[in-house]
């Protein structure tokens, strides 16, 4: 299994290329960015190795509690963190959840407080957000799946390089 410094490296090397890919084929510096804005993200802090006590879970700083559950409930390098699509919709979806209860927490408050903290509903937000730009909104996604397949992919080479040289040398 690769290390996190080499899987940031990975991400490193293959952000220019992702980048000019990109462009290449959509001729859209705003959807390149998005893309390879959330390479970047998945690749250095939201990736398949939140499942454990990782550099990418490390990167979370004071917020990286809301990783406790998510790593209890999952095995290191099971489907549902590592696989392809559904380890990146499970992470999206986890994350979501927390991101509506510290809504719905400042929501409370400002209400009990008296607050006049005005926010419009996520929902609101998101449909607005895929309504301008739904280019950008789905290169993001695939910026996100394609870092954590790159980490995913990664640790597959590593893990069939180092059972392959095992076994050769029982042979030798």
Same mark, same amino acid.
Do not use: N
């Given at each position: 299994m690769s290390s996190g410094r080499?899987?940031?490296?990975?991400?490193?090397?293959? /952000?220019p290329w992702v980048g000019a890919l990109t462009l290449l084929v959509t001729f859209n510096l705003g959807v390149s960015l998005c893309l390879c804005g959330g390479f970047l993200?998945?690749? @250095?802090?939201?990736?398949?190795?939140?499942?454990?006590? *990782?550099k990418q879970y490390q990167r979370w700083g004071l917020l990286k509690f809301i990783w406790l559950?998510?790593?209890?409930? /999952?095995?290191?390098? *099971? @489907? /549902? *963190?590592? !696989?392809?699509?559904?380890?990146t919709l499970l992470r999206? @979806?986890?994350l979501g959840l927390w991101i509506i209860l510290a809504l719905t927490a400042?929501?409370?408050?400002?209400?009990?407080?008296?607050l006049s903290w005005q926010m419009p509903p996520l929902k609101t937000v998101l449909e607005q957000m895929w309504i301008q730009s739904p280019h950008s909104c789905i290169a993001l996604l695939l910026g996100l799946e394609a870092g954590a397949m790159s980490h995913s992919i990664s640790d597959g080479i *590593?893990? !069939?390089?180092?059972?392959? /040289?095992?076994?050769?040398?029982?042979r030798s």
């Open positions: 080499t899987h940031d490296q990975i991400t490193f090397i293959c /952000l993200f998945s690749g @250095l802090m939201f990736g398949p190795d939140l499942d454990i006590y *990782s559950p998510y790593q209890k409930v /999952l095995s290191h390098r *099971s @489907l /549902l *963190s590592h !696989g392809p699509v559904i380890g999206l @979806l986890y400042c929501e409370v408050i400002s209400r009990l407080w008296h *590593s893990s !069939g390089r180092k059972a392959f /040289l095992k076994r050769w040398k029982r």
